[in-house]
């Protein structure tokens, strides 16, 4: 997405930039700013991945931080630490939204935006955002 694309509305299900007139399709409340069949190389390569790996990785990743004390203690030890104060928060691979229910603890979560290389892992992250009915 282009620098100066920084007033961005929804205007008749695309993500359109007032600013440069560029256009984004939204499908499935996901905008796409690249489809999968344009993706090169290793990046096509872990999409894929990770389309079939979000079958599992809510569940594998509880399993991983056990030895750790836990997923709340690794995750809560990492988003003390943000200075969230009501802003904007971009999750650069959000994955199926692990973190989402961690960020919404505090009172501080303002705007917040996803992004996956993978469409398997925004499906299963906006399948939790419906379920909770957060405004994501």
């Given at each position: 997405m282009p620098g100066e694309c920084?007033?961005?509305i929804v205007d008749d299900g695309n993500l359109v930039c007032s600013h440069c007139?560029?256009?984004?399709?939204?499908?499935?409340?996901i905008?796409?700013?690249i489809y999968p069949q344009?993706?090169?190389?290793?990046?096509?390569?872990?999409?894929?991945?990770?389309d079939w790996y979000?079958?599992?990785?809510?569940?594998?990743?509880k399993l991983a931080f056990?030895?750790?004390?836990?997923?709340?203690?690794?995750?809560?030890?990492?988003?003390d630490r943000?200075?969230?104060?009501?802003?904007?928060?971009?999750?650069?691979?959000i994955g199926p939204g692990v973190n989402l229910p961690y960020l919404f603890m505090s009172q501080n979560a303002g705007e917040v935006f996803g992004l996956d290389i993978s469409l398997g892992?925004?499906?299963?992250?906006?399948?939790?955002?419906?379920r909770k009915n957060w405004s994501i």
């Open positions: 920084n007033d961005l007139a560029h256009s984004y399709p939204i499908k499935k409340g905008v796409y700013f344009e993706l090169k190389g290793i990046n096509r390569h872990f999409a894929r991945t990770y979000s079958h599992v990785y809510t569940l594998l990743t056990l030895p750790f004390g836990g997923e709340y203690k690794a995750r809560m030890e990492i988003l943000l200075e969230l104060n009501n802003g904007r928060i971009l999750e650069v691979s892992q925004l499906a299963r992250c906006n399948n939790l955002i419906a």
